[in-house]
């Protein structure tokens, strides 16, 4: 257990439609960063957080977006949900973006299935 | 541009011996390496880690080495064992102070396969 969680851990919805994914962090860690898992593309990373703020994006959709709270869970929002979009979404947490400190902690992940 | 790959996609390996994953890089730019392993529908789950000013970390049964003149990383797994049979995946982070530190690129995973 990585002490990482997220929240559901499926998900089964229709083109279109919109959906939110809920992260939490290991205790006393700042940063939280997203990745994609798709058959074809491998782990991919789409977007951190450090601390409430938006610290580096990577290739995430326009139709995606994501936010930190001040209790340091977050959520990324998925909207205008495409077929290709279904995927293992993977939710990270580190202590800190120092040198040193960059071990990230995965959770175990939400299956989206977009039907 | 796959900037961290992972060649091998399986290795078989029998029990007790030693399992050798490989990995290289193309950045330039990335000074801290990791592994990590993944059992199916479960998240990664970090084994070792190593910085660019060392060319070898140990911990228990599980050895990274880097080459950086090479761009190559290498994990050792000895002895391996049947519980050991996972995805392995390498990961590269690029220095602190850039806007891109702390996104980790991936490669696409080696399946480790240790047989009894």
């Known amino acids: 257990d990585s002490g990482v969680t997220q929240t559901p851990k499926h998900l089964i919805t229709a083109t279109g439609q919109r959906v939110t994914l809920r992260c939490s962090p290991r205790s006393g860690d700042l940063s939280v960063y997203w990745y994609q898992q798709s058959l074809d593309q491998g782990l991919q990373f789409l977007i951190q957080y450090y601390n409430g703020e938006e610290r580096a994006k990577g290739n995430i959709l326009e139709r995606f977006s994501a936010q930190q709270f001040p209790d340091l869970h977050s959520e990324l929002n998925l909207s205008s949900l495409e077929l290709g979009d279904s995927a293992l979404y993977f939710c990270?947490?580190?202590?800190?973006?120092?040198?040193?400190?960059?071990?990230?902690?995965f959770g175990p992940g939400t299956r989206l299935t977009v039907l | 541009d796959q900037q961290v790959k992972q060649n091998s996609p399986s290795l078989s390996v029998q029990e007790g011996r030693i399992s050798i994953l490989n990995c290289d890089y193309t950045?330039?730019?990335?000074?801290?390496f990791l592994w990590y392993k993944k059992y199916p529908a479960e998240g990664p789950t970090f084994l070792i880690s190593?910085?660019?000013?060392?060319d070898k970390n140990e911990d228990g049964r599980f050895t990274v080495f880097l080459n950086k003149s090479a761009k190559h990383l290498s994990l050792h797994i000895v002895p391996s064992q049947p519980g050991d049979s996972a995805v392995y995946f390498c990961a590269a982070s690029p220095n602190a102070g850039g806007t891109s530190y702390g996104k980790l690129t991936f490669g696409q995973g080696t399946i480790l396969t240790v047989h009894p």
């Open positions: 190593i910085s660019s000013i060392k």
């Open positions: 950045n330039s730019m990335f000074d801290y």
């Open positions: 990270a947490s580190s202590r800190a973006g120092r040198r040193g400190y960059n071990e990230q902690f």
